[in-house]
């Protein structure tokens, strides 16, 4: 994916060496998947989600360097970046060497075009904190009934207990399955990176 | 058949609280909730690595453990 390399803002911004609730409560989730992680045994998994965490906790301390720089991106670079991880993603075959690489490429692409800026903003709407508590609280039903299933799965194998990943799996071994995923997931991405390099 | 009907209804949950909302909110909206959720770096890289993981967990890596 690539960018024109340009900035917004090159002021280096003061950060606050204490993390925000919010963060906290971040940090928390990316801590809690590492651990599921562990317990599957998926190493590099769980690997991903110790850098993560260690880099937010860093970060949210006021560890690592700060700027209000963002890396700007146009639509047209998004578009070209969303096309050719599509591609990637939708051709290649699930579980292979190739779809690795594919995501490993992705995966630091978008990190390095999200990663510059941070800011601190005002407090939030209403509105706005309304929303943000009732999908928070969704979202997180949703995660205890997955962390109940794999749970009960460890517990007591014999007893159906589905996850989220048993349920689509099956799916995503269909074509139509895969490229719907695939599709998604990419949308979903250029979304998240448009949201972060809007600023 | 539970659990696909629990998190379909979780994603029916979601898309109705927004909609509620938005409706009394019209400022509140899914596209301002990340906007705001992304001017933090802390919160954007745990939800740019989630997002990530997700396709590497159901594309790349094992999806589904052999004893569970």
């Known amino acids: 994916m690539s960018t024109n390399g340009s900035t917004h803002d090159d002021d280096a911004v003061e950060r606050a060496t204490r993390p925000t609730l919010g963060e906290l409560a971040w940090i928390g989730i990316v801590v809690a998947i590492g651990i599921v992680q562990v317990v599957r045994l998926q190493w590099f998994d769980a690997l991903v989600f110790a850098a993560a965490a260690l880099a937010i906790i860093a970060d949210s301390t006021g560890r690592l360097p700060s700027s209000s720089r963002v890396r700007r991106v146009t639509g047209r670079a998004l578009l070209i970046g969303g096309v050719m991880a599509a591609a990637a993603v939708t051709l290649l075959p699930r579980h292979t060497p190739a779809m690795m690489v594919a995501m490993l490429a992705i995966g630091a692409a978008v990190l390095i075009v999200v990663w510059p800026g941070t800011t601190r903003t005002a407090p939030w709407p209403h509105g706005l904190r309304l929303l943000s508590w009732w999908c928070a609280a969704i979202v997180i039903a949703g995660c205890l009934w997955e962390l109940a299933q794999f749970v009960r799965g460890r517990v007591a194998p014999d007893i159906p207990a589905p996850a989220l990943s048993d349920l689509l799996n099956p799916l995503l071994g269909t074509p139509i399955g895969h490229l719907v995923f695939a599709v998604v997931w990419v949308t979903a991405g250029a979304f998240l990176v448009r949201r972060a390099v809007r600023r | ?68």
């Open chain 2, 1 to 68: 058949m539970f659990s696909a009907i629990y998190f379909g209804l979780c994603a029916v949950a979601l898309v109705v609280a927004a909609l509620i909302v938005r409706h009394e909110y019209p400022e509140a909206t899914l596209t301002a909730l990340f906007d705001r959720m992304m001017d933090d770096r802390v919160v954007r890289i745990a939800v740019i690595v989630i997002w990530w993981w997700l396709g590497w967990h159901f594309l790349a890596g094992q999806t589904v453990d052999p004893h569970a």
